[in-house]
């Protein structure tokens, strides 16, 4: 039932609803992908004692990533604007936002956000093929929103970062 419930108008979200965008700021740049996937999680630790139940858990540490495929002319495109954002090293060195915009006809657009990425790996595999070359990068996200909601909520150190400056 709850699936069904996800349809407005008889319209679902598919792939050509997706618009995604960079921004490490002042550089921003749209690419279309041709896959992107992203996840986060928060894992707690359990302490147990002597029976086979835990006796107390933690909060937990919470981690995301995010991978993305896409032409080599769109990879190169987004590394120039990464290279060029302000800032000391190279474009895997580099933090930036992704905001994963979908919509239909008739429904409410949906806004996701990846904050604090970075590239941690790019890799190409080519192939005697008639397709266009792609290239798919790996990402460290530091936090994920989905529709503007924070799976967690900030820790001491993001309080702090905010009341500093991010120092």
């Given at each position: 039932?709850?699936?069904?419930s996800t349809l407005i108008n008889g319209h679902a979200?598919?792939?050509?609803?997706?618009?995604?965008?960079f921004s490490a700021t002042p550089v921003s740049v749209?690419?279309?992908?041709?896959?992107?996937?992203?996840?986060?999680?928060?894992?707690?630790?359990?302490?147990?004692?002597?029976?086979?139940?835990?006796?107390?858990?933690?909060?937990?540490?919470?981690?995301?990533?995010?991978?993305?495929?896409?032409?080599?002319?769109?990879?190169?495109?987004?590394?120039?604007?990464?290279?060029?954002?302000?800032?000391?090293?190279?474009?895997?060195?580099?933090?930036?936002?992704?905001?994963?915009?979908?919509?239909?006809?008739?429904?409410?657009?949906?806004?996701?956000?990846?904050?604090?990425?970075?590239?941690?790996?790019?890799?190409?595999?080519?192939?005697?093929?008639?397709?266009?070359?792609?290239?798919?990068?790996?990402?460290?996200?530091?936090?994920?929103?989905?529709?503007?909601?924070?799976?967690?909520?900030?820790?001491?150190?993001?309080?702090?970062?905010?009341?500093?400056?991010?120092?």
């Amino acid at each position: 039932m709850g699936a069904l419930s996800t349809l407005i108008n008889g319209h679902a979200f598919d792939f050509s609803s997706i618009k995604l965008s960079f921004s490490a700021t002042p550089v921003s740049v749209e690419i279309e992908a041709l896959a992107i996937n992203y996840q986060h999680a928060l894992e707690p630790e359990e302490l147990r004692g002597q029976g086979p139940m835990p006796l107390y858990d933690t909060t937990g540490i919470y981690s995301s990533s995010a991978s993305l495929e896409m032409y080599l002319s769109e990879w190169r495109a987004l590394r120039k604007n990464l290279a060029a954002a302000p800032g000391a090293g190279g474009y895997m060195q580099k933090r930036f936002d992704i905001t994963v915009n979908y919509a239909e006809s008739g429904e409410t657009a949906v806004e996701d956000t990846l904050r604090g990425c970075r590239v941690i790996r790019a890799g190409k595999a080519y192939r005697r093929s008639t397709e266009p070359l792609t290239v798919s990068i790996d990402l460290y996200v530091r936090q994920v929103l989905e529709d503007g909601v924070s799976a967690v909520e900030a820790g001491f150190g993001e309080l702090i970062s905010g009341l500093t400056g991010g120092l």
